[in-house]
């Protein structure tokens, strides 16, 4: 893809990730969806199976087995792509093992430990924590994202105080999954300055596909992260 290419498209970018030349990444809403898959090629993504788990594969050749999981990491130049519509797309990055990582993780996917499975995953290969960087993409923000008590209640185990990721508004409770997994992300000894967070809800913002907001039958968007 070409500059001129590039700016036909509305995808967001990572200020983080973007300080990095090894390596390429996209976070296209809906509006993008086609003009991308026209320009990249949808046959070349490596995508997963997406089933709200906590299971990361590495990818070192094609084909490789997709199924049961939500998350890859390669040192291959392959485009990893996860496909969103309201949960995170979370992509991460090792300037220092050159090695790309991305997850798909909804309340799910965060409460089993996702997070968690990728960075032991890295950690195995050799990368140190002060050297991976991650961005988690347009997602539902707390603005939107009203659940039930028990699940605030849920995650409240494992972080230390839930006023960092719920609040009450006329009797209901909002959770922040972004601020879920950053937290998750430092408590794996990944600093703040390591991690970006942007400020795109889905919900909220039409130019993106919501299960949430239009149900089932809603699209979704792509987030792709590779090796230049």
């Not at 990582?101 to 799910?108: D, L, N, P, V």
């Not at 996702?114 to 990368?127: D, H, P």
Request: with cysteine; glycine share 8%.
């Amino acid at each position: 893809m070409n500059e001129r290419q590039l700016k036909k498209l509305f995808m967001v970018q990572s200020k983080l990730l973007l300080n990095f030349p090894g390596v390429k990444h996209y976070f296209f809403d809906k509006n993008d969806v086609n003009k991308s898959l026209k320009v990249f090629n949808f046959d070349s993504f490596q995508t997963v199976d997406q089933v709200h788990g906590n299971r990361v594969t590495t990818i070192n050749s094609l084909p490789f087995d997709s199924k049961g999981y939500d998350g890859m990491i390669t040192k291959r130049k392959y485009l990893l792509a996860i496909r969103t519509a309201d949960c995170l797309p979370i992509l991460f990055y090792d300037y220092k093992k050159n090695i790309i990582g991305a997850i798909h993780a909804g309340w799910r996917g965060l409460s089993s430990g996702i997070i968690n499975s990728l960075i032991r995953i890295l950690m195995t290969k050799g990368s140190q924590s002060k050297h991976i960087f991650g961005a988690i993409g347009p997602h539902i923000g707390r603005c939107c994202y009203d659940v039930p008590r028990e699940r605030i209640k849920m995650f409240g185990k494992t972080i230390d105080s839930d006023k960092l990721v719920s609040e009450n508004r006329r009797s209901s409770w909002f959770l922040d999954l972004g601020k879920i997994a950053q937290i998750q992300m430092q408590q794996m000894n990944i600093q703040k300055r390591q991690i970006d967070i942007l400020p795109f809800c889905t919900s909220c913002n039409k130019n993106y596909y919501s299960y949430r907001r239009d149900g089932s039958s809603t699209g979704r968007m792509i987030n792709v992260i590779g090796l230049n």
